[in-house]
């Protein structure tokens, strides 16, 4: 089972539409979690990090469940500079704290 | 502003040479570096980890022989591909860690798309 997954998409909304991504991830041991976003051919960026408790900036909200080792991330009010693909990631177990990456959702939002 | 920077951005090189690529920390010190790398439509593959001072951890299946990695100091580490082929054409992105928490930031490179002919 690959330690990150993600459900590579794509995704295909109009502006304005809601859009949700999902991802699981293998290691309970795992602590900390992100959302990075990846233009075509770029480095990844930071999105937000995600918290037990959930969070929100603007608007993008993050889910964590722990017990179902689940994350999910919530996109409102779609934008079509939103059009990326969206990396779910990991802490990777061992010292210097390296990360897990899924292999992205893509998502792709329309005029 | 960008905190990590990386150089070469791109490079086209024949096989059997070996091609330099520099990480650089911008306005924080990062003892612990990591290099990825990415082939088209996959998901970025940690290769290894630099350590500042000592050898790199490398992950399963990298050959540190081929990959060499040196972290002379706290803002700059350097992956060489020794003698490339065409296989190791892909896009290697550096990342280092602003802080000491497992929570901290990890800041990527621009990246470095190697193209081996």
């Known amino acids: 089972r690959k330690e990150v997954e993600q459900d590579p998409g794509p995704f295909n909304v109009p502006e304005g539409a809601t859009v949700a991504f999902n991802c699981t991830y293998s290691?309970?041991?795992?602590?900390?979690f992100f959302w990075y976003r990846q233009d075509c051919r770029k480095e990844p960026k930071l999105l937000m990090s995600?918290?037990?408790s959930g969070n929100e900036d603007g608007r993008f909200t993050a889910q964590l469940n722990r017990a179902s080792q689940y994350i999910s991330l919530l996109i409102r009010d779609s934008k079509l500079s939103d059009s990326a693909t969206y990396l779910c990631?990991?802490?990777?177990?061992?010292?210097?704290?390296?990360?897990?990456f899924g292999k992205g959702t893509s998502l792709l939002v329309t005029p | 502003g960008a905190v990590v920077s990386q150089h070469p951005s791109r490079v086209i090189c024949k096989s059997g040479t070996s091609v330099k690529i520099e990480c650089r920390s911008l306005?924080?010190?990062?003892?612990?570096m990591f290099w990825y790398r990415q082939f088209p439509k996959q998901s970025l593959m940690l290769m290894a980890t630099?350590?500042?001072?000592?050898?790199?951890?490398?992950e399963q299946g990298v050959e540190k022989d081929k990959f060499l990695i040196n972290h002379a100091s706290l803002t700059l580490s350097t992956l060489t591909v020794t003698s490339a082929h065409p296989e190791d054409s892909s896009f290697y992105i550096c990342?280092?860690?602003?802080?000491?928490?497992?929570?901290?930031?990890?800041?990527f490179g621009n990246g470095t798309r190697l193209t081996v002919t």
């Open positions: 990342s280092a860690r602003q802080g000491a928490s497992y929570n901290s930031p990890l800041h």
């Open positions: 290691n309970s041991a795992s602590q900390s």
């Open positions: 995600v918290y037990s």
């Open positions: 990631v990991v802490n990777k177990e061992g010292s210097g704290y390296a990360l897990n």
């Open positions: 306005d924080f010190q990062a003892t612990t």
């Open positions: 630099s350590n500042e001072g000592s050898k790199a951890t490398y």
